[in-house]
T-cell receptor
Framework: NAGVTQTPKFRVLKTGQSMTLLCAQD?????MYWYRQDPGMGLRLIHY???????AKGEVPDGYNVSRLKKQNFLLGLESAAPSQTSVYFC???????????????????FGAGTRLSVL | GEDVEQSLFLSVREGDSSVINCTYT??????LYWYKQEPGAGLQLLTY?????DMKQDQRLTVLLNKKDKHLSLRIADTQTGDSAIYFC???????????FGKGTMLLVSP
């Protein structure tokens, strides 16, 4: 199994350009996530999805859009890239776990290798 | 303050034990996790512990949870240079579909 695959691995954009990052998972997971990682800031959640056709905002959603048209894919779009969006982007997926009272509490996320984006 | 806090850096010598600490604020946390990130790679789950447990051991890894103080630690025995990485603490809560991550602790193991 490939697990979680992100494309592309690297990209350089000019300010104002647009692009789409693709995340694909082959584990039949319901949940998918997009994070960005910046020095000293840890991981910050951009958007996430709890199932096909659903999306929700995370901690830092501004400037990004997402779509989950197929269960296995989660797309992150930058409509007009800005230098502040220079970062490493990670996608993750997980399954829901129901253990009685602790419904959906266990959330083991599997991460892709990341996309390194520079916006000049 | 931050929901999940970790010290930023830890340096140890090869063969010593490493202890990475994490504190969290939400008493409704149900599972706590440790992830490892090697240079240039994504995060990889190391281990996790259910909130009603005090300790979990897995080979060289020992996780201790003090629920009263909301303190989690990861002990790595016989630390090797290959353990050099960033270690993230994270928590999940019942009814939520997301994890809350700490900012990560960079572990540097010197020969």
């Amino acid at each position: 199994n490939a697990g979680v695959t992100q494309t592309p691995k690297f990209r350089v954009l000019k300010t104002g350009q647009s692009m789409t990052l693709l995340c694909a998972q082959d584990m039949n997971h319901e949940y998918m996530y997009w994070y960005r990682q910046d020095p000293g800031m840890g991981l910050r959640l951009i958007h996430y999805s709890v199932g096909e056709g659903t999306t929700a905002k995370g901690e830092v959603p501004d400037g990004y859009n997402v779509s989950r048209l197929k269960k296995q894919n989660f797309l992150l779009g930058l409509e007009s890239a800005a230098p502040s969006q220079t970062s490493v982007y990670f996608c993750a997926s997980s399954y829901s776990s129901s253990t009685g009272f602790h419904f959906q509490a266990k959330n083991i996320q599997y991460f892709g290798a990341g996309t390194r984006l520079s916006v000049l | 303050g931050e929901d999940v806090e970790q010290s930023l850096f830890l340096s140890v010598r090869e063969g010593d034990s490493s202890v990475i600490n994490c504190t969290y604020t939400d008493s409704s946390s149900t599972y706590l996790y440790w992830y490892k990130q090697e240079p240039g790679a994504g995060l990889q789950l190391l281990t996790y512990i259910f909130s009603n447990m005090d300790m979990k051991q897995d080979q060289r890894l020992t996780v201790l949870l003090n629920k009263k103080d909301k303190h989690l630690s990861l002990r790595i025995a016989d630390t090797q240079t290959g353990d050099s990485a960033i270690y993230f603490c994270a928590e999940s809560r019942a009814g939520y579909s997301t994890l809350t991550f700490g900012k990560g602790t960079m572990l540097l193991v010197s020969p």
